[in-house]
């Protein structure tokens, strides 16, 4: 798992996300040592950010066995070709994790997008084997987080109104606060899932 965030404020969106990558083996969450999955990508329109299963197996017919494909690498691909990630890309995603059902974890990705100057909307998409979800951010939700429960219930209880008149003193704040977090949870987890560096990115 991870920590990843989109937050609207009224001259833009500022996303976050850490940096560690984990991997479950028999149960049991440990580092992906060498592994540094990207979780943030600007988009032409605005910014996803991603969590959850970072890899995924994919069959192909013409193919004994199944490959292992970083859910990253099926970003850079379409974003390249297409600039965003609409529609069509969440449902081809849907259709690689479909082919194996070996795919338990979901993919889930919120995205801010800027409509147009003062005008940003958030979203939430969430990609399983065999469902694919969707949801929007009314004009009261100022923010859409994900990841380990600890931390979205942590920044759940922050309040970031006072920030929200301008990006980059809420992107700041933000940053500040899961840094803590990292810090804290490094002294109180058995195991840490969400790492340093911290990422964030701006569209305004």
């Known amino acids: ?26 149960g049991n969450l440990e580092e992906d040592i060498g592994r540094n999955p990207e979780k943030l990508f600007p988009l032409s329109d605005g910014v996803a950010v991603c969590y959850g299963c970072n890899q995924i197996l994919v069959q192909n017919r ?27 890309f969440f449902e081809m995603i ?59 219930q942590a920044f759940g209880r922050m309040d970031f109104r006072p920030y929200l008149h301008d990006v980059e003193e809420l992107r700041k704040n933000v940053v500040e606060k899961l840094q803590e977090c990292i810090d804290f949870y490094e002294h109180t987890l058995s195991y840490n899932p969400v790492g340093r560096p911290v990422k964030s990115f701006i569209v305004r």
């Open 62 to 88: 013409s193919k004994l066995f199944s490959t292992t494909v970083n859910v990253e690498d099926f970003i850079y691909e379409y974003v390249r070709t297409h600039q965003t990630l609409d529609a069509a």
């Open 94 to 152: 849907q259709i690689k994790m479909g082919t194996n059902p070996d795919n338990r974890e979901p993919i889930l990705f919120i995205v801010g997008r800027k409509l147009w100057a003062g005008n940003y909307r958030i979203e939430y998409h969430k990609i399983g084997y065999d469902y694919l979800a969707m949801k929007v951010g009314d004009e009261n939700e100022y923010a859409f987080t994900g990841g380990v429960d600890v931390y979205t």
């Open 1 to 26: 798992m991870s920590f990843a965030g989109i937050f609207r404020a009224k001259n833009g969106i500022a996303a976050v996300v850490d940096s560690k990558g984990s991997i479950n083996r028999s």
